[in-house]
T-cell receptor, first 109, second 113 residues
Framework: NAGVTQTPKFRVLKTGQSMTLLCAQD?????MYWYRQDPGMGLRLIHY???????AKGEVPDGYNVSRLKKQNFLLGLESAAPSQTSVYFC????????FGPGTRLTVL | DAKTTQPPSMDCAEGRAANLPCNHS???????VYWYRQIHSQGPQYIIH???NNETNEMASLIITEDRKSSTLILPHATLRDTAVYYC??????????????FGKGTKLSVKP
């Protein structure tokens, strides 16, 4: 039982490049979330999903897209990366309690 | 905005109990008190949650006042590995947008030898 895993752990992008972050959970949870955390700040919700095939916007959705094609996976996409998207990205899944992955550290130059 | 107030920092001696306070005076009747911690740059780790009764698990104890306007997280025997930022969050225990976690600034607990 791995819990919540995130791929990749680190990534450096140039402005304008695209990438996809993968979140996987093996707890059969319906709900999944993507957060970002900037230095010295709390976590902010980007997008979330209440089940396979569904997604919804959170607090800071601009510049990101998501997909939930399979129940166990939640993908976060950056179509055209910007330096303002330099951050640490955390994925979480939940039944009634959210459990977090280890994070992806993204730098956009 | 976060619905809780926590001191920005606290120190604790290794081996002693760490008592972390949280005020949540506007908590609603169906909202639970959740505690998470974040050890340097790692993902937030769930610790414990409760509605109105005191709760205990292998990590910590949670004491909630009778009026539910404040609570205290107790780490009974703090170790150096407990140094982290501790977040007190009130939320309904649902998934989706209703159960979204809103993180404030938390309390930076430093456990010292």
């Amino acid at each position: 039982n791995a819990g919540v895993t995130q791929t990749p752990k680190f990534r450096v992008l140039k402005t304008g490049q695209s990438m996809t972050l993968l979140c996987a959970q093996d707890m059969n949870h319906e709900y999944m979330y993507w957060y970002r955390q900037d230095p010295g700040m709390g976590l902010r919700l980007i997008h979330y999903s209440v089940g396979e095939g569904t997604t919804a916007k959170g607090e800071v959705p601009d510049g990101y897209n998501v997909s939930r094609l399979k129940k166990q996976n939640f993908l976060l996409g950056l179509e055209s990366a910007a330096p303002s998207q330099t951050s640490v990205y955390f994925c979480a899944s939940s039944d009634y309690t959210q459990y977090f992955g280890p994070g992806t550290r993204l730098t956009v130059l | 905005d976060a619905k809780t107030t926590q001191p920005p920092s606290m120190d604790c001696a290794e081996g002693r109990a760490a008592n972390l306070p949280c005020n949540h005076s506007t908590i609603s009747g169906n909202e639970y008190v959740y505690w998470y911690r974040q050890i340097h740059s790692q993902g937030p780790q769930y610790i414990i949650h409760g509605l109105k009764n005191n709760e205990t698990n292998e990590m910590a104890s949670l004491i909630i006042t009778e009026d539910r306007k404040s609570s205290t997280l107790i780490l009974p025997h703090a170790t150096l590995r407990d140094t982290a930022v501790y977040y007190c969050i009130v939320r309904v225990p649902y998934g989706g947008s209703q159960g979204n976690l809103i993180f404030g600034k938390g309390t930076k607990l430093s456990v010292k030898p």
